[in-house]
């Protein structure tokens, strides 16, 4: 397999990873990133991870370069063909310290098969502990005038994507308010290559930039116990998304890829209590009724 | 599909579902679980839940009878026929306040298909946070002196197929000390039914006797924070067995089972730290060192 197509896409995401970091570093103001380098038989990355700062209680960009062998249930899952890979990307997620802070999460990837087969993948999506209905459609429309710089079926169709992939089908419920999220974009030719390739770029670029701002809007908001503790188990969906439903979490874990910086994906605590149900009336609950596919949320009121 | 035989079994594990909250009880002394009655269209249950008890943080022993369709997909990945079927079980986490104390967990459960074939399943295992020799070796004994009493067969190859089955392959480590597993064991007659009736019974009745002599034993060790924290970092281990690896948990939410009941084998509360590594020679590594496959716990030194 000869990777030149996709060792220069792992050069321009690596850089972007490096870029990303310094903007959340400057956001995040007190903490930097530690990066990790790793080797293994599958390949190599870069964990940037950043734990108890200011704002952030933990961050983590990674970056990864790998090749291998893509089994038979491996490919039937991802309705492919087995054979070797090679795949490279940016994953993302940041976890602030304050409640009123959402997560986000970002990835973008590039894969190729031996038989020169390739596509991108990827989407950013942000889960607020509480709703902010403005947010999102600040969030919604700085996805959109991205998507729309390129093509403009993509925003709508990826957000279609977004909320069916983003999906607590075990508790019928999103995992916040959604975003974008593609998968399979098979380049038809050359331009089309650059098309993709462009528009995963500016995606990971949107990213830090989008939560620098969230960070400077919401990080001095005050907050109590109870809001705390709410966090804390919206984050215990968090990982049940990311450890029952998540692709990437499988497909990483499956191939043999980097268990530490696959599951840096989990929140720094999490808690589960049973049956716990908002009161009505409550942010809570209004956060809750607000968990649904199919939202607007740029022109919702 | 005519249920007699499984109708018999769910009234016979019903009420060891009520002796085992009865045992946990008084050996927790303060708190009572509550039991919560559920019916949904697949069926019905009780989940008795005990929270924030003075020896238990968290415990749950899950009684449920259900039926459904076995769709080809769950069929597959059991390496069963699909169609219509029966279940009935016991199942049951005790996740302790302190970190000397191990978390323990027991299934039993009973298995109808609509063409006549029928099968119990079922395990008990162990999971310290802390190992300790002497305490595995007790508790692999009890396993073994009941499953002698129906089968020399039993205590040895049912062990390692929990090695097997509790083994986090993403970490390369068992979930704890391990225990027995067993599943698909077809009853071929009416007397062969009733010996694997009687032997998952008596695994029920021996579960809360086991449980209530270790919290007798261990419940007042004092402990310091950075044990705390080390039972919660393993109480995150749990999350990843439960949610990645653990066919029940899978069944259960794939049939569409009652979330609430089958993820109350979540802990109270988990931490991830990245790449936390316990210091050489520390009780936490030792600990980590003892999580392996094939160790013979009933006559190791």
């Known amino acids: 397999m ?20 310094t903007i959340v570093e400057q956001a995040e103001e007190t903490t930097k990133f530690d990066h990790n380098e790793w080797n293994k038989e599958i390949g190599s990355g870069n964990s940037a991870v950043l734990q108890e700062g200011k704002k952030i209680e933990k961050a983590a960009i990674n970056f990864s370069k790998v090749s291998g062998v893509y089994t038979e249930e491996m490919a039937k899952s991802a309705g492919m063909k087995p054979g070797k890979f090679f795949a490279t990307g940016i994953s993302s997620i940041l976890h602030p310290r304050s409640p009123m802070v959402p997560i986000i999460h970002m990835n973008v990837r590039y894969f190729e098969l031996e038989d020169g087969a390739s596509w991108f993948g990827g989407g950013i999506d942000l889960t607020p502990h509480y709703i902010d209905k403005k947010e999102a459609a600040w969030f919604h429309q700085q996805l959109k005038t991205v998507c729309d710089r390129f093509d403009l079926s993509y925003y709508p169709d990826y957000k279609k994507q977004a909320d069916d992939y983003f999906f607590l089908s075990h508790r019928n419920e999103t995992r916040g308010v959604g975003g974008i999220f593609f998968d399979h974009l098979q380049p038809k030719n050359n331009e089309d290559f650059e098309k993709l390739l462009s528009f995963t770029k500016a995606l990971a670029k949107l990213y830090p930039e989008l939560y620098a701002a969230i960070l400077k809007n919401k990080s001095e908001l005050p907050f109590t116990e109870r809001e705390k503790q709410w966090q804390s188990l919206r984050r215990g969906r968090y990982v049940e998304f990311n450890l029952l439903h998540d692709r990437g979490t499988k497909f990483g874990l499956d191939s043999g890829g980097n268990t530490e910086s696959i599951l840096l994906s989990m929140p720094p ?9 908002p009161e009505p009336g409550s942010a809570e609950r209004e956060t809750l009724n607000g968990l649904k596919k199919e939202i607007d949320w740029i022109h919702q009121k």
Chains 1, 2 share one sequence.
């Open 2 to 21: 000869d990777h030149k197509r996709g060792l220069r896409v792992a050069e321009e995401y690596q850089s972007l990873q490096t870029r990303a970091c």
């Open 269 to 277: 605590m999490a808690i589960w209590k049973y049956q716990f149900e």
